[in-house]
C-alpha cells in the first residue's frame, strides 16, 4: 500500500495510517514534497531503541579475544617527528 504521506493527507487520514504502519511497516510523510517524518509501530522503535549489549561484551565477542598481543612498546622508539 501507501508508504509516503503529504502531510495533509496524514492528517486528514491518520487512523488509517496508524493500521498501515501497524499492518505494512512504517509510514512516512512529507511536507512540500520532501520526507519529514517516518512513523513507525511502538515495537520496532523499541527494538532500535534498545541496546545491542555492551562494550565489554563487544570486546568478548571479538575474533581476537584471548590472542597474546604482545603491546610493549620498543624503549629506543621515541615516536617520530611531526612539523607544526
Known amino acids: 500500500m501507501k508508504t509516503y504521506w503529504a502531510l495533509q493527507d ?3 487520514r491518520f487512523s488509517e495510517v496508524v493500521e498501515l504502519t501497524l499492518r505494512e511497516g ?3 510523510v ?3 514534497g520532501t520526507p519529514v517524518v517516518v ?3 511502538v515495537k520496532d ?3 532500535r531503541q534498545r541496546p545491542k549489549g555492551s562494550f565489554v561484551q563487544f570486546l568478548r565477542d571479538s575474533p581476537l579475544y584471548g590472542l597474546e598481543l604482545d603491546i610493549t612498546r620498543d624503549p ?3 615516536g617520530r617527528e611531526v612539523e607544526l
Open 30 to 32: 512529507t511536507r512540500h
Open 45 to 47: 522503535y523499541e527494538k
Open 10 to 12: 496524514a492528517k486528514n
Open 26 to 28: 512504517p509510514q512516512t
Open 39 to 41: 512513523i513507525v509501530a
Open 76 to 78: 629506543n622508539d621515541t
